[in-house]
């Protein structure tokens, strides 16, 4: 007996965290599924990972299946959503559908980072178009979140069609187009919608999200009123953000100075493109000292509290042309990304400690966020008519409230998915019905890897504890020749008696050897041993840690 074809959803990442997005859908027999991905993005390392670069979703589940994977859609540019295209494509190799936009970005930043992965060929996909890939028919449909050109996308497939959402809000005033298409969403609502995947970042917050109209008028304000300079920074992906502050500053007579690489990148791909028609051309940073200083806006990178970003630089004024002065104001026209508070607030400190005020969204309304509130997610609901609502996009938090206002609003099936489960979505019963593997790898430097594969846990520990090197050497009569070379990184200098660490763990390592009888001494394995152990017990009895310690024992 065949076997019934199905349509499955698999997420690899962003269903039980916010960033990493990777989708999966898949028709077919479950021994011979046909798939597209939809979105390919990262993640960004916490203190927990120190070194690591990025954090990419783990695709080790496409190895089996990438004969069967027919096209990769990305919604939109931001890093969460096309971050890994780069490093994840070459072993997979199929084709990759994007706006212009996304293109755009994708290649400025393989060429900033001097990439050695070739080219990705993307082929251009924007709202209105429709592509079929395997048993998929997918159609872009435009909707206005706070990016250039970002879409959700209907799959349509022999057993029912799916809206996969991406990120978006509804807007009717946006500073950069488009639309949410309400229009187009009703009557994929008339033809019918099996399944609404739905982003759920803001499902805790009641009401509509605040028009970016709105964010306009409140940033043209502070510049007007402002005495001195006035700085703002955004995330780099927003320009419609950045035409709104450029334009602001050129009706009150301003100069205009960019600060930042992914800025730039991102304003060079929006010109390019035809986004920043009408918008005059920037200042130099060799200019900015010569222009007075109530007639200049620096629009910078850095909300996030980046230690290398250009906010963060000048905060500890460490920039060679550009500088703040005590009157002058920064605002920040961003919301924190969770775990960032910190360092956004060392960046805070160091700019008021400079007498600049710093102007948030909780003085001003200077930022909105690009995602649906409750009501939004309501009326998502009543245009689309889904039979099915499945919570994407959000933290187990997120993912909970998204799942019961969708109960509350009348939709009967709302399944519980998180990363690496197969839900069906057709045939019978909509059931999580397998798990793939799935998790995180990292991107360290030019190297790709998993945790153990890039050492990340011994670095750790390094971190916390350092390290303790020896290298002793023994003659033919097993006596040590010259004295031991010990050397100790990360420990503190002086024991809890005041002498010299690396004295103490130098006697300790001497010690060790001197009371193993020559005899036994043949045995090196157990000299090395008896060393490292014997460095470790000192340490932690004079500081109450234990380093790594690697010994080196040569027989001459």
Known sequence: MAKQDELVFLPLGGVGEIGMNLALYGYGPPDHRQWIMVDCGVTFPGPDLPGVDLVLPDIRYLASERKS???IFITHAHEDHYGAL???WPGLNVPVY???????????????EKSAIGEIPVTLFT???TVNAGPFSVEGVAVNHSIPEPMSLVIRTPLGNVIHTGDWKIDHEPSLGPLTDETRFRQLGDEG???LMCDSTNALRDGVSPSEKDVSASLRKIIEN??????????????GRIRTVAEAAEAEGREVLLLGSSLKRVVDVSRDIGLMEGIKPFISEEEYGYVPRDKVVVILTGSQGEPRAALAKLSRDEMRNVALASGDIVVFSSRAIPGNEKAIQDIKNGLIEQGVHVITDNEALVHVSGHPRRNELQKMYELTRPKIVVPVHGEATHLTAHKELAEQSGISIVPRVRNGDILRLAPGPVEVIDEAPHGRIYKDGSLIG?????GIGERKKLSYVGHVAVNVVIDSRYD?????????IGLPVYDDEGDEMEDTLYDAAVGAIESIPRARRKDLDLLQESVRRAIRATANQTWGKKPVVTVFVTKV
């Open 69 to 71: 994977l027919k096209a």
């Open 86 to 88: 780069a490093d994840l």
């Open 98 to 112: 994007a706006s212009a936009f996304t293109a755009g970005l994708l290649e400025a930043k393989r060429n900033f």
């Open 127 to 129: 709202a209105g178009d």
């Open 193 to 195: 919608v099996l399944a």
């Open 226 to 239: 402002a005495e001195g300079r006035v700085a703002v920074t955004t995330f780099s992906s927003n320009v």
């Open 450 to 454: 998993d945790f153990d594969e890039m």
């Open 480 to 488: 040590i020749v010259g004295d031991p070379d010990l050397v100790a």
